[in-house]
Each structure stands twice: as structure tokens, then as C-alpha cells.
């Protein structure tokens, strides 16, 4: 079984620049999540997706960051612009249900010069 | 809103010894999820814990969830380098927004 792909793995860019993060879940999988974990600190979710609908996004600064899952499976999460505190990994994970158990992905280690 | 509190934040052992993380909420959980995060690595799904009291195995390592449902331990019989890493739990909370939350992690290492 393939496992949830993300891209790219790291990005370093100025604040004030935009950046995209892509993820693949697994196969068949409707719920996706973005997380947002800075170091020294368990994951923080940003948003939940079930199948193409938005589950929570309550803690998504929506003034900067946007996602979107149009057709169900794959994803992109956005900033815009970069603010110097949003240097974190940001990992993707999918499962086959809400809450049930999630795969992660490797994640993008998001660095803001 | 909801938290899920993870104790101890840091542990240094020898190998050989045995290590405890708790994972405790103030309010009852439906289920709880245990993950292994190494370092610059992702976390990894280890177990899910659902019913009061439950206790899991899995080799050297066995989860255990309250009788309350308002916390839960992960205990590693016999540490080795190899379980150098971040434990993580992830907690539902029963009624209001049943949205999984992660604690902070506990950050083990095992000295050779």
C-alpha cells in the first residue's frame, strides 16, 4: 500500500512570499488532515477535510493560510503571505475515517528567512 | 478547549531500563491513540485504546487506559536505542466537538 505523499520536503523562502504544500493520501481514504508541528511541540491540526468538505478549520489563521481538496483526494495547503513564526514542518495525514487511526506523511520543513 | 496533558516532557534512560509516559485529561475520552515519532521522522500509529481498563501488547511495550477513560499510560519493558523517540498520544473527548487532539509528546532517549 502506497503511503501519503507529500511535496516538496523542505522550502525556504522570505517572509512575505507564498508557498504551497501538496499531499496524496492513501487510497480510499476520505478524511485528510493538515498539521502544522513546530519544534519541541506535538502536531496541531489546521484543518480536517471529509472526503471534499471541510470537517474544523478553527485553528486555521484564514487571513494567511488557505486549503482546498476539490475532488476529494488530493490537497494543497497555502501561505500568503509568510510570516517569520510560521517556520514548522507541516505534515498531511489521511485516514480511513474521522478519528480512526492516521498515516502520516513526511512532511515539509517550512523555513522563513 | 479540550487538552490532553503528557507527562514526563523529556526522559533520559540506559538501555535496559524500563519507561513510563502518561497521557491524562480532565474530561472523559471515547478513544485514545498512541503514536512513535523518531527523530526528523513522521508520527507513526502504534495502537487505539477504546474501552474502560483496556490493556494492549505489543512486545516490550503495553498501553493501558484508565478505568475513568481520563488517562493512559505507555510502558516499555527493557528499553533499547532503537525506542529513542518522541511518544505522542492523540485523545477524543466524549460529546462536545469529539475532535482528536495531540498531546505535546514525551522525548525519550535510551543511552547505549
Known amino acids: 500500500e502506497a503511503g501519503v505523499a507529500q511535496s516538496p520536503r523542505y522550502k525556504i523562502i522570505e517572509k512575505r512570499q507564498s508557498v504551497a504544500f501538496w499531499c496524496n493520501p492513501i487510497?480510499?481514504?476520505?478524511?485528510l488532515y493538515w498539521y502544522q508541528q513546530i519544534l519541541g511541540q506535538g502536531p496541531k491540526l489546521l484543518i480536517q477535510?471529509?472526503?471534499?468538505?471541510?470537517?474544523?478549520d478553527s485553528q486555521l489563521p484564514k487571513d494567511r493560510f488557505s486549503a482546498e481538496r476539490l475532488k476529494g483526494v488530493d490537497s494543497t495547503l497555502k501561505i500568503q503571505p509568510a510570516k517569520l513564526e510560521d517556520s514548522a514542518v507541516y505534515l498531511c495525514?489521511?485516514?480511513?475515517?474521522?478519528?480512526?487511526?492516521?498515516?502520516f506523511g513526511d512532511g515539509t520543513r517550512l523555513s522563513i528567512l | 478547549g479540550q487538552q490532553v496533558m503528557q507527562i514526563p516532557q523529556y526522559q533520559h534512560v540506559q538501555e535496559g531500563e524500563d519507561f513510563t509516559t502518561y497521557c491524562n485529561s480532565s474530561t472523559t475520552l471515547s478513544n485514545i491513540q498512541w503514536y512513535k515519532q523518531r527523530p526528523g521522522g513522521h508520527p507513526v500509529f502504534l495502537i487505539q485504546?477504546?474501552?474502560?481498563?483496556e490493556v494492549k501488547k505489543q512486545k516490550r511495550l503495553t498501553f493501558q487506559f484508565g478505568e475513568a477513560k481520563k488517562n493512559s499510560s505507555l510502558h516499555i519493558t527493557a528499553t533499547q536505542t532503537g525506542d529513542s523517540a518522541i511518544y505522542l498520544c492523540?485523545?477524543?473527548?466524549?460529546?462536545?466537538?469529539?475532535?482528536?487532539?495531540f498531546g505535546k509528546g514525551t522525548k525519550l532517549t535510551v543511552n547505549p
Open positions: 477535510f471529509q472526503n471534499n468538505g471541510v470537517v474544523d
Open positions: 492523540a485523545a477524543v473527548t466524549q460529546g462536545g466537538s469529539e475532535k482528536l487532539v
Open positions: 495525514a489521511s485516514s480511513f475515517g474521522r478519528n480512526q487511526p492516521q498515516h
Open positions: 485504546l477504546v474501552k474502560s481498563g
Open positions: 487510497s480510499g481514504h476520505a478524511t
